[in-house]
């Protein structure tokens, strides 16, 4: 889902006078880049000096200079040389400096941002801003200044010393000023809309290739291959459409600038000839003076082509500003946890999710006291995820509190408050690497070869890792795709195994392991779970019978609770949940 575009947005000025900051983080070597192209436009300047001198030696036949004027020619070159290795060199080194200061500040900046805002983005179109985005951003912030400086200062040095020569003649030059500036303004609101409409539609690619790509197989075994072929040819017919009016834009108000240009030249030629000044200025300067007047058409063209890459640059930036704009997670809390009891109390909490205008959870009361295993079952849609989801400050109550150990969750710090629970869920996530660096994720790294055989052994991780080729140090590859669900799962619980955390959620943490695993993990769980608090979240009823209490939920909020034994003999929904699930297991 893209952001939408409104007219308070800020001007392009602002957002390029912002991207800049980050360019001026590496001046050095910006005053390093500065001095290469200016040697490099000076170089232009002396150029036409040179003819100046050259053609004046020649008419007045004054042939011994040709020494110096030919070391001149090798000096002119050397310098030109130099500058564009200091320029180009120095450019190009904030340009990759940019490049990567930007990458890790979306990247930090996306692992602080609320679940809220995961609802909003597609994980494609983020990844779009992290990759394309922001070479577009650096080619406004540095390859733009690149040309701006190289050529800007070309034309000042030209420009000046066609001054020098014959200031009337030169003020023609500042006639098409107005008139460049108008060309360029008319195709700078244009080109920055397309340059959003690129964007976006880059995004759009990402997003059709990567849901064909994760679901290729349920692609083929349905048939989809065709509409997710014109899917795709869709979007990026769309991309190449947006392109190429880009591409019509630019090459139509280049050559508008180019003609202005010429048309300056040829009016110069044309004065310049007459009889009353060509009698005031030497054969050298003249032909010098209608060099540089011709030699400034090149650099006032690549001026001007400028900026679409600018645009470009600003509608890029546009997008990351907006996302580094967004307020991360509330961590307003001062309150450090050491070592949690684990007692839970919800007092009337209601959620709603951010747009909708059901509540997702209404008036919940509950208590999980310390070592107390409580389960919620009930419907899919009932409201059991996102209560669990509400402990770890995934997202806040919009009514109510929750207090840990009697303090309301907003006490403490996230960070403490989190690594104080564990966590397994139905939607397993591992990482690139192997089992035991998934066992030992994050800050659980530092645990020892035998912790985490201990958690591996206890989760019957080993029952499968044993048979792999290098054990728990086997690599496993992207979120695991060379396991099976239960494995994956398996390895999830292990995790949380070795976290060893005074309060444990299992959502739906069995619901990929066949019956013979389950049976195995139930065995290891109500070892762990033992002096810790626990919700369990389960589908499967047979998986919850130990817990302490169970709550039934509906539409959000509890409607029965009780033992297994009590909520039998209620003959409520609990009840016929269980004879439901019995049923099918027994048919």
């Known amino acids: 889902m893209q952001s939408k575009r409104t007219s308070d947005q800020p001007t392009g000025w ?37 003819l100046e001198h050259f053609i004046d030696a020649v008419e007045s036949g004054n042939l011994d200079q040709r020494g110096w004027l030919a070391l001149a020619i090798i000096l002119i070159f050397f310098v030109r040389g130099l500058g564009t290795l200091l320029g180009n060199y120095g450019f190009s080194y904030v340009a990759r400096a940019v490049v990567n200061r ?6 930090e900046h996306l692992l602080v941002l609320p679940c809220a805002f995961y609802q909003r983005h597609t994980s ?23 040309t701006a400086v190289r050529e800007g200062l070309t034309v000042v040095g030209l420009f000046g010393y066609m001054l020098y020569l014959n200031w009337k003649l030169t003020l023609l030059f500042l006639l098409i000023a107005p008139l460049v500036g108008a060309v360029v303004g008319l195709t700078s609101k244009r080109l920055r809309r397309l340059s959003h409409g690129i964007q976006d539609s880059v995004g759009g690619i990402s997003s059709a290739a990567s849901e064909a790509i994760k679901g290729y197989q349920v692609v083929r075994i349905f048939g989809g ?72 058409a090149k650099p006032i063209r690549q001026l001007t082509e400028i ?8 509608a890029a930036a546009e997008s990351f500003f907006v996302l580094f704009d967004e307020q991360p997670e509330h961590n307003t809390g001062t309150r450090h946890l050491q070592q949690a009891r684990g007692h839970l109390q919800l007092q009337q909490v209601s959620f709603t999710y951010p747009g909708s205008d059901t509540a997702a959870l209404k008036s919940i009361d509950l208590e999980i006291r ?13 409201g059991k995820s996102t209560l669990a989801s509400l402990l770890p400050r995934f997202y806040e109550p919009t009514q109510g509190q929750i207090l840990f150990d009697g303090h309301p969750l907003s006490d403490y710090t996230l960070s403490s408050l989190r690594s104080q629970i564990a966590l397994v869920n139905q939607h397993v996530v591992l990482f690139e690497g192997s089992i035991a660096e998934n066992i030992a994720y994050g800050a659980l790294a530092g645990a020892t070869p035998e912790q985490i055989q201990a958690a591996a052994d206890a989760a019957m991780v080993s029952e499968f890792a044993q048979r792999l080729p290098e054990g728990l140090n086997t690599i496993i590859g992207e979120n695991g795709l060379s396991l099976s669900g239960g494995q994956r799962q398996r390895i999830a619980i292990a995790r949380a195994l070795l976290k060893d955390a005074p309060l444990l959620i299992l959502d739906e943490a069995t619901s990929a392991l066949d019956t013979e695993s389950e049976r195995f993990i139930q065995t290891a769980l109500e070892r762990v779970i033992a002096n810790r608090s626990t919700l369990v979240i389960a589908h499967r009823l047979s998986t919850v019978e130990r817990a302490d209490r169970i709550l039934v939920m509906e539409q959000g909020e509890v409607v029965e609770q009780g033992s297994h034994k009590e909520l039998l003999e209620q003959n409520g929904s609990y009840a016929k949940l269980y004879r439901m699930q019995f049923n099918e297991e027994g048919a």
């Open 225 to 296: 291959a065709e509409a997710e072929r014109e899917r795709f040819h869709k979007v990026s017919e769309r991309n190449r459409k947006q392109y190429m009016k880009m591409v019509v834009t630019q090459s139509i108000s280049t050559p508008v600038v180019q003609m202005l240009v010429a048309a300056v030249v040829a009016l110069l030629t044309y004065i310049a000839m007459s009889p009353s000044l060509l009698a005031s200025m030497s054969t050298g300067e003249f032909i010098a003076f209608i060099s540089a007047a011709s030699l400034m």
């Open 307 to 314: 900026n679409s890459t600018v645009q470009k640059g600003i």
């Open 124 to 146: 494609a179109e983020l990844l779009s801003r992290l990759t394309y985005n922001v070479e577009q951003v650096t080619g406004a912030a540095t390859d733009a200044l690149k």
């Open 370 to 382: 310390p070592g107390e295993t409580l389960a919620l079952v009930g419907r899919s849609g009932s």
């Open 14 to 50: 602002s957002v390029y006078r912002r991207l800049l900051a980050y360019v001026c983080g590496y001046w050095p070597m910006f005053i390093v880049a500065f001095a290469g192209f200016a040697l490099y436009a000076g170089t232009q300047t002396a150029a036409a000096k040179w």
């Open 102 to 107: 930007l990458r890790c500040q979306m990247f």
